[in-house]
């Protein structure tokens, strides 16, 4: 199973970046998938995450209203779309997928190597 997380770079507060991660090796339509991040000085933490089926989403306060997750199933492949991003949003970004569950606290089976944002202010 491979997850291949992509999309960061280097951006202006106020502006965008989409995240991807790529999966392969499992049954795609099967799997929840999550992202959470990790910034310099501090615990990994959950963004958002998305189920198998109905593709109901979950967010992190922080950033519900300007962060969606998608997930596209012909391409094995979940989204991060970011908007109006901030300062604090700067972080290593990483994508998870579990078979049964979807939480901010669940033990992810899969995880992928991070992707670089920094929000510049």
């Known amino acids: 199973v491979q997850l291949q997380a992509c999309g960061g770079g280097l951006v202006q507060t106020g502006g965008s970046l989409r995240l991807s991660c790529a999966a392969s090796?499992?049954?795609?339509?099967?799997?929840?998938l999550a992202w959470f991040r990790r910034s310099p000085g501090k615990e990994r933490e959950f963004v958002a995450s998305i189920t198998s089926s109905v593709s109901r989403s979950y967010y992190v306060d922080s950033v519900r209203g300007r962060f969606t997750i998608s997930r596209d199933y012909a391409k094995n492949t979940a989204y991060l779309q970011m908007d109006s991003l901030k300062p604090e949003d700067t972080a290593v970004y990483y994508c998870a997928a579990d078979r049964f569950r979807v939480g901010a606290n669940t033990p992810y089976d899969y995880w992928g190597q991070g992707t670089l944002v920094t929000v510049s202010s």
């Open positions: 090796g499992l049954t795609f339509s099967r799997y929840s």
